[in-house]
């Protein structure tokens, strides 16, 4: 799922050796500690998965919040995040060993073995989508699937062949406002589907901040995004710029929607184009420093667009 929200750590890499992958069967089977299955899990990443989908869930509600069914969701869309988070690292597992920036990850160190891993990981999807079967309905628990699903069996896989995984690895990426808004209406709307869209543009200029400022960790894990097959910048640049010219006008749809009001149509535009304007110059300079600046302003970007957002919705807002 997605990789979000500005809790990002962007360690300096480091010209050491990458740690060597345990062998087969002979991962240290001492029980792991709490903290282990907990990096395991992404939180950074949970947390934002569930404040996206907390959002989808509050403009699919068609009259006041139910808070024991919000908490419900949003539980059992961290656990499916987590438990496909996990899913992921296992699959990957050769690849961080390799990687300056993952090799510290409980598997390829070693602390969790690759088949507890598996299992725990599996263990939450599977009682993640029971959840919201039980609890919600046919269209939340399919959008739940398909997203785990998609991320697993798709992306993952293509991130070792080219760079259109990063236009796929968005569409599970932008799939939680979806799962919430399923979870609250049952259906989906034009409403469902802004949500959608802004998650999924915001992605791009997201990702390949991390992935110029990682390109040769990423060389090393032979990871095809396109920072490594075209490494002179100017493709990614030009997704960079054209991802965040789009989000300007999909952010301000909702106002056209009823979903929120003239404050976030001048909040939006404002954080739209101040991200543009940093957007522009990281391809222009193409350097460690703006990529970071544009990294940071990402993850700044979308919680503030969403707080903007709800506050200005009608039907629950503070100024209103």
């Known amino acids: 799922m997605i990789r979000l929200l500005g809790l990002y750590r962007l360690p300096p890499l480091e010209n050491q050796p ?33 404040i996206s989908t907390a959002v989808g869930y509050c403009f ?22 987590a438990g496909t988070a996990t899913l992921n690292q296992w699959y990957e597992r050769d690849i961080d060993a390799r990687m300056n920036r993952t090799k510290i990850r409980p598997i390829p160190a070693g602390s969790i073995s690759a088949e507890r891993a ?14 919201l079967a039980v609890f919600t309905n046919l269209l939340a628990v399919s959008l739940g699937f398909l997203t785990s699903f998609t991320y697993l069996f798709i992306y993952t896989p293509m991130k070792r062949r ?22 609250a209406s049952g259906h989906l709307t034009a409403e469902a589907w802004i949500l959608f869209g802004m998650i999924f543009l915001w992605q791009f200029p997201h990702f390949h901040a991390i992935a110029w400022i990682y390109r040769e960790d990423y060389a090393r894990g032979d990871i095809k995004m396109l920072a490594v ?10 997704q960079i710029i054209v991802t965040l010219c789009l989000l300007i006008p999909v952010t301000i749809a909702p106002v056209f929607f009823a979903m ?24 222009l300079h193409r350097d460690y420093a703006h990529a ?6 990402s993850v700044m970007y979308l919680p503030l667009l969403f707080a903007f957002l709800v506050l200005d919705n009608p039907r629950f807002s503070l100024w209103h």
């Open 229 to 238: 097959v075209q490494p002179n910048g100017k493709a990614l640049s030009r």
């Open 162 to 183: 080219g760079p259109s995984c990063t236009t796929v690895g968005a569409i599970p990426g932008a799939m939680p406002p979806l799962i919430g808004f399923a979870a």
């Open 18 to 50: 990458a740690a060597a992958l345990p062998q087969s069967g002979v991962a240290d089977f001492a029980a792991p500690a709490l903290r282990d299955y907990f990096e395991l899990t992404k939180p950074r990443i949970t947390l934002l998965v569930v």
């Open 292 to 297: 970071r600046r544009l990294l940071l302003t």
């Open 118 to 131: 598996l299992v725990f990981g599996v263990v939450l999807c599977v009682l993640a989508l029971i959840d």
């Open 60 to 81: 699919g509600i068609e009259a006041h919040v139910r808070v024991a069914a919000l908490l419900n969701v949003l539980f059992s869309t961290a656990m499916l995040a």
């Open 260 to 283: 929120a009001g003239t404050i976030y149509a001048i909040a939006a535009l404002l954080l739209g184009i101040g991200f543009l304007v940093i957007g522009w110059e990281m391809c």
